[in-house]
């Protein structure tokens, strides 16, 4: 599990182990990074009460797609289409928006998805905004990509234990 910074895709923290510890897990250890001048970017497999309640608790602002199946309620409407809510104890806003994608073959596929955020101010934060903002999450791809492909070459790990394989991944 890693926390990637977007744009200059720099390596904040990682942690590793057995895949049975699941991500939430793996990513709570990685919260001493978090400071209250950032932005946490998360898919909807971080969608869980007590994670998100923990982010916040850094005064780190989030922003993330939850599970298709949380009902948040609304509580109020907004100017720019979203809404104040609550997760848990934690009060949120809900922005709905549709997206379209193109392929490369031209064809292209519409659908609607949802986003939570600890940003509640709409004016300061407009929902458009929001919605272009998410994508940058996709930058930590890419830095999984060039971890892969451009600095390790290739190169497989040789270590065959934890401490040995978390050493040699910090020396690359």
Known sequence: MTLVETGARALIGAVFGPTSDGETAYARQLLHHLRPDMLVLWDKGFDANAF????????????????????????????????????????????????????????????????????????????SGLVRLYRQRWEHESAYYALRHTIMDGRVLRSGDPVGVEQEMWSC
């Open 52 to 127: 998100l309640a923990a982010v916040a608790a850094t005064e780190a602002e989030f922003l993330g797609r939850p599970r298709a199946n949380r009902r948040t309620p609304v509580l109020t409407r907004l100017a720019d289409g979203s809404y104040l809510s609550v997760i848990g104890t934690l009060p949120v806003r809900v922005v709905e928006a549709q997206i379209t994608v193109t392929c490369e073959d031209g064809t292209t596929f519409s659908g609607s998805y949802r986003l939570v955020t600890t940003l509640t101010d709409a004016r300061r934060y407009p929902a």
